[in-house]
């Protein structure tokens, strides 16, 4: 889409900052119209294996919502998760 990062050294940058907050965020960048959150999934010993994500239609939900009230639960997942695995 038009907000997809298409250039190579933003895109690594990008990549970087993810793998440092240890999630993402993206905006419209593969579907108009819907944005998603999404956290790492580690096995016992901490090798990223998965992920676990929401997807919501941007006229429903914030960014600020799905930061502030989902990724807590996500990230509380994840770790449950790595229990289990």
């Not at 944005?35 to 998965?50: F, T």
Request: proline share 5%; net charge negative.
């Amino acid at each position: 889409t038009r907000y997809s990062c298409i250039n190579n050294e933003d895109f690594l940058k990008l990549l970087e900052e993810i793998k440092e907050q240890d999630w993402c965020y993206s905006s419209e960048e593969h579907e108009l119209g819907v944005h998603a959150l999404a956290v790492p999934i580690y096995n016992p010993k901490g090798k990223v294996i998965a992920a676990l994500n929401i997807v919501s239609p941007t006229m429903r939900t914030t960014k600020e919502y799905l930061i502030q009230q989902i990724l807590p639960l996500l990230q509380e997942t994840a770790r449950e998760l790595r229990n289990v695995i």
